[in-house]
Antibody, heavy 119, light 107 residues
Framework: QVTLKESGPALVKPTQTLTLTCTFS??????????VSWIRQPPGKALEWLAR???????FYSTSLKTRLTISKDTSKNQVVLTMTNMDPVDTATYYC???????????WGQGTLVTVSS | DIQMTQSPSSLSASVGDRVTITCRAS??????LNWYQQKPGKAPKLLIY???SLQRGVPSRFSGSGSGTDFTLTISSLQPEDFATYYC?????????FGQGIKLEIK
C-alpha cells in the first residue's frame, strides 16, 4: 500500500523560507520510473502544481515559482523535501505531495498540510 | 504554460442524473488529460487518466473522452457520494496545469 504524508510548520512569517517534508512508504524513489510531486491549494481555490523530482534526480518546477522552489530527495529515508523562499501571505495554502505515475498522473496524494503565512 | 478551462463554472444536478463536465486546453495535448475528484477537506483522488482510462477502484459510472483540446468527464447516473469538485489536469508538458475546478452540487 502506497502512502504519503506531508509535514512542516503550520505558520510561517512573511519573507521566511518554508521547508516541507513528504515521507512516503510502499515505493522507493531509487526505483526506475518513480517520481514525487508537490501541489498546493489556497483556501477555496484551485490546485496548482509546484514541482516534481524523479528517481534519476531530474527536477521540474512551476514556471512562475521556479526561482523560489527547490525540491530534493533522501532515498534512504523515503523522503522528498520542498523549500520555498521568501514566503508571502498569498502562499497560504494546503500543500500536498503525491506519487507521480507515468503519464504523469498524481496518485495517491498525501493528506495535505495547511501552511499559513502571517506576521 | 498550457491553460486549462473547465465549464460550466458550477453545476447543480439530482441523484440519478447524467452529468457531463467539459475541459478545454489552450493547445493540443493529445490524450494527456487526467480527472480528479475532491471532497471538502480531503485530498484529490484520481478518477480518469490518459483522457479515458478508468483508475482502478473507480466506479464504472465515471467515464472520460476527448483528445486534442476538448475533453469531457461523464457521470452516467449520479450517486450521493459524487457531489464534489472535479478538476482536469494536463500531463502533456511541464508545468502540469489544472483547470479551475467544477463544483457539483445537489439540486
Amino acid at each position: 500500500q502506497v502512502t504519503l504524508k506531508e509535514s512542516g510548520p503550520a505558520l510561517v512569517k512573511p519573507t521566511q523560507t518554508l521547508t516541507l517534508t513528504c515521507t512516503f512508504s510502499g515505493f522507493s524513489l531509487s526505483t526506475s520510473g518513480m517520481r514525487v510531486s508537490w501541489i498546493r491549494q489556497p483556501p477555496g481555490k484551485a490546485l496548482e502544481w509546484l514541482a516534481r523530482i524523479d528517481w534519476d534526480d531530474d527536477k521540474f518546477y512551476s514556471t512562475s515559482l521556479k526561482t523560489r522552489l527547490t525540491i530534493s530527495k533522501d532515498t534512504s529515508k523515503n523522503q522528498v523535501v520542498l523549500t520555498m523562499t521568501n514566503m508571502d501571505p498569498v502562499d497560504t495554502a494546503t500543500y500536498y505531495c503525491a506519487r507521480t505515475e507515468t503519464g504523469p498522473r498524481f496518485d495517491p496524494w498525501g493528506q495535505g498540510t495547511l501552511v499559513t503565512v502571517s506576521s | 504554460d498550457i491553460q486549462m478551462t473547465q465549464s460550466p463554472s458550477s453545476l447543480s444536478a439530482s441523484v440519478g442524473d447524467r452529468v457531463t463536465i467539459t475541459c478545454r486546453a489552450s493547445q493540443s495535448i493529445s490524450t494527456y488529460l487526467n480527472w480528479y475528484q475532491q471532497k471538502p477537506g480531503k485530498a484529490p483522488k484520481l478518477l480518469i487518466y490518459a483522457a479515458s482510462s478508468l483508475q482502478r477502484g473507480v466506479p464504472s459510472r465515471f467515464s472520460g473522452s476527448g483528445s486534442g483540446t476538448d475533453f469531457t468527464l461523464t457521470i452516467s447516473s449520479l450517486q450521493p457520494e459524487d457531489f464534489a469538485t472535479y478538476y482536469c489536469q494536463q500531463s502533456y508538458s511541464s508545468p502540469y496545469t489544472f483547470g479551475q475546478g467544477i463544483k457539483l452540487e445537489i439540486k
